[in-house]
Structure formats: structure tokens, C-alpha cells
Nanobody, 121 residues
């Protein structure tokens, strides 16, 4: 069994900053990719950023230069540093991990429970 637990969400004024964390735990053999997505009620979940095991990063155009994704492989943890948050980015942020667990088999997609981020004007 694998769990992803997010933390760090909250409320800030527009232009403020937050840092999200997501720790993966359980029967993990190797993590291929970790990332963040976000979703507003009634809309599709959208890609924010991902980071691969060697450290390659990928960002949505809307967050480039404002958000920074990083990871601690030893702790199976991914972070998302967000600056200059805007009210339209008030959403639930979800952690994602593509990993192989110790029982073997192909990589599988796991999701966290989500953490609310609110930027108020």
C-alpha cells in the first residue's frame, strides 16, 4: 500500500507565497515521477509541474518563473514553492506520484488527498 500525504496549503493575500510538501510512504521500490496538479470544483484537474527522478522538471506555462518544484529522493518527498499567487489560482492542489511498488509490476499512478490553496484579493 502506498500513501501520499500533502501539507502546506492555506490562505494568503494575492501576491503571497506558499510551499507545499508531499511525502510518499509505504511499499515503494522506486519513484519515477512526482508532480502537482490543481483543480477547481466543476473543472478538470490541470497540470502544474512535474519532476523526474534525475531531476528534470516540467512546468505549465502559467506558473513558469513563479513556481519551483523540487524533490528529496531519500525522503520520497516533493515540494512546490509558489510565489506571486493570484486569486484565480485558488484551487485544491493534488500531489501525484508514478512509482513502482515492492510487489513489482509496471509503474502505477498514485494521488494525494489534496490541499486547499487560497489567494485572496
Amino acid at each position: 500500500q502506498v500513501q501520499l500525504v500533502e501539507s502546506g496549503g492555506g490562505s494568503v493575500q494575492a501576491g503571497g507565497s506558499l510551499r507545499l510538501s508531499c511525502a510518499a510512504s509505504g511499499s515503494i521500490f522506486t519513484i519515477v515521477l512526482m508532480g502537482w496538479y490543481r483543480q477547481t470544483l466543476g473543472k478538470q484537474r490541470e497540470f502544474v509541474a512535474t519532476i523526474a527522478s534525475p531531476g528534470n522538471t516540467n512546468y505549465a506555462d502559467s506558473v513558469k518563473c513563479r513556481f519551483t518544484i523540487s524533490r528529496d529522493n531519500a525522503k520520497h518527498t516533493v515540494y512546490l514553492q509558489m510565489v506571486s499567487l493570484q486569486p484565480e489560482e485558488t484551487e485544491v492542489y493534488y500531489c501525484n506520484a508514478v512509482l513502482v511498488n515492492r510487489t513489482g509490476g509496471p509503474p502505477y499512478n498514485y494521488w494525494g488527498q489534496g490541499t486547499q490553496v487560497t489567494a485572496s484579493s
